[in-house]
């Protein structure tokens, strides 16, 4: 098993683009979630699902998009980039059941110009 | 919703001694409490956990400990050596996909 995905490692853009960042599990997992990490903050959720069709804002929501087709896949949309977005972005992975681990991606590094 | 306080933001520990690190979380509807360990340019990884039906939880050189009453938990790493230098989470939550994170402590082991 590859375990949760992450595409790109590294993204620059500027400030109005917008783009998609990929997240992947192979481990047939209901629930998946987003995270952003800054500095001194420790990691604040952006967007989760509970299974596909079923999306929902979590923390900090503003400025993404999120969907959810199918089980394997969730990505996150950035709808115009600002420099506050400038963070490393986290794609989670658990199965239900309760009190199980939450499987990270490696992150994405995005810089906002 | 929940806020998870985390302390110290910085340990310094001489290696071979003890390291605790302490998060309260305000949410008494929380019942699970999971701490990640996250090596520099990595991604976190889970340590160890604990419900909110246990009120201590070891393995090897880690702990947990939860008071529930006082809506703390606390990890101890004991005797610590250089590879135990990172930064560790504590979160929080009510469901799994929903963790409530402090804001990390970095962990320095000196040889």
């Known amino acids: 098993n590859a375990g949760v995905t992450q595409t790109p490692k590294f993204q620059v853009l500027k400030t109005g683009q917008s783009m998609t960042l990929q997240c992947a599990q192979d481990m047939n997992h209901e629930y998946m979630s987003w995270y952003r990490q800054d500095p001194g903050m420790g990691l604040r959720l952006i967007h989760y699902?509970?299974?596909?069709?079923?999306?929902d804002q979590g923390e900090v929501p503003n400025g993404y998009n999120v969907s959810r087709s199918t089980t394997e896949d969730f990505p996150l949309r950035l709808l115009s980039a600002a420099p506050s977005q400038t963070s490393v972005y986290f794609c989670a992975s658990t199965k239900t059941g309760g009190g199980n681990e939450q499987f990270f991606g490696p992150g994405t590094r995005l810089t906002v110009l | 919703g929940e806020n998870v306080e985390q302390h110290p933001s910085t340990l310094s520990v001489q290696e071979g001694d003890s390291a605790v690190i302490k998060c309260t979380y305000s949410d008494s509807a929380s019942n699970y409490f999971p701490w990640y360990k996250q090596e520099l340019g990595k991604r976190p990884q889970l340590i160890i956990d604990i419900r909110s039906n246990v009120g201590e939880k070891k393995d090897q050189r880690i702990a947990v400990t939860l008071n529930k009453t006082a809506k703390h938990f606390s990890l101890h790493i004991t005797e610590t050596q250089p590879e135990d230098s990172a930064v560790y989470f504590c979160?929080?939550?009510?469901?799994?996909?929903?963790?409530?994170f402090g804001a990390g402590t970095t962990v320095t082991v000196r040889a």
């Open positions: 699902s509970v299974g596909a069709g079923i999306t």
């Open positions: 979160a929080a939550s009510k469901y799994d996909y929903k963790l409530s």
